[in-house]
């Protein structure tokens, strides 16, 4: 449906107000670094508008904005800034990213070490759905890990391995927990180390107990995140990160919660599945979709085991 002229004036209008508001940002961040202390290293907490909530190596708080040669910064970039007055600051420098990650062609968070695929014996899991996840972050370039919640409702927790297992062979770890029960949390502590982490999965998995286990004083850094930043509650839709006390970064991001399959070719989806890899390229024909055709070497490592009948089958849903 074509916009109305009046819709496009009204689009047009809302961006020049956003440009103005950045352009006004960037100019008043300029007038403040002639009373700025010196420069020092800076992570980024959260991101609200045109200002950043930037921590110090001593982990204080700085409201900062950013210089107009500055590129957008978000939750896990590593920056230069100077001190202004009264904890405010100003960004002069974005360093080198070891990665990034998007939805939707908006930067959410960046130099992530792990994602974690949370899901659960109820609302049940489901492979294809875990196949997606794992097509994104394989494209994406970032590790992920599976967590399997709620393993006190399962029935027969082998049975649920042995589902997993196809996980397994492929490279992937797949952790077992129970938060009611206090099942491998610690061992999921270990894990988490030292690194910066995002947590995914559908709704009602047990995402957020799983993360209130991890930071148990998570609502006491809200809300001074919130005071900081005078955002109030609203802070709490933001992107965020927060330090584990039993070491390590959580990046909670409500906007990637749901993670979805993002628009991926057939050729992106295929090398989403790391098994697949090592016969890639190998099929008698250059353009093998490998569905019927003869001489296709997945095909050939389907029938001798090497890639699951089920990884297969969720393949090819995912290309038709």
């Known amino acids: ?31 403040l670094l002639g009373d700025a202390g010196e420069a020092q290293a800076g992570l980024v907490i959260t991101r609200y508008g045109q200002h950043l909530l930037v921590e110090n190596e001593s982990g204080e708080l ?12 978000v939750a896990g ?13 100003v ?21 992530i070490d792990e994602l974690w695929l949370v899901v659960a014996i109820e609302p049940h899991y489901q492979f294809e759905l875990i196949d997606r996840y794992l097509v994104v972050a394989e494209n994406a370039g970032l590790p992920i890990n599976i967590v399997v919640n709620k393993i006190e409702l399962s029935d027969n927790i082998k049975k649920t391995k042995d589902s997993f297992s196809m996980y397994v062979d492929a490279g992937y770890s797949v952790s077992y927990l129970s938060v009611k ?4 949390i610690k061992e999921l502590k270990n894990q988490l180390n030292d690194k910066t982490h995002i947590f995914l999965g559908q709704s009602g998995v047990g995402k957020s107990s799983i ?24 802070t709490t839709t933001n992107t965020t990160l927060y330090h584990i006390p039993s070491g390590g970064d959580l990046i909670d991001s409500p906007g990637i919660r749901e993670f979805q399959l993002d628009d991926l070719t057939n050729k992106e989806i295929l090398n989403g599945f790391r098994e ?5 390229g190998k099929c008698k024909f250059r353009n093998c979709a490998h569905i019927n055709e003869p001489s296709c070497a997945i095909k ?21």
């Open 1 to 31: 449906m074509s916009l109305t002229r009046r819709q496009k004036w009204r689009i047009e209008k809302i961006q020049a107000e956003r440009i103005s508001r950045a352009q006004r940002a960037s100019s008043n961040s300029e007038a």
């Open 62 to 73: 700085f409201k900062c904005t950013g210089r107009q040669n500055i590129d957008l910064s």
């Open 77 to 89: 970039d590593q920056i230069i800034f100077q001190a202004t007055d009264n904890n405010n600051g």
């Open 91 to 111: 960004v002069t420098a974005l360093l080198e990213r070891d990665n990034q990650l998007n939805r939707s062609q908006k930067l959410i968070a960046a130099n």
């Open 181 to 184: 029960e206090q099942v491998n």
């Open 211 to 234: 993360i209130n286990e991890l930071i148990p004083d998570l609502n006491l850094r809200v809300n001074e995140i919130s005071t900081k930043s005078k955002l109030g509650k609203h």
């Open 276 to 280: 697949f890899k090592p016969f890639i």
């Open 300 to 320: 050939t490592a389907l029938e001798s085991g090497e890639i699951s009948y089920k990884r297969y089958e969720s393949y090819l849903n995912l290309i038709s």
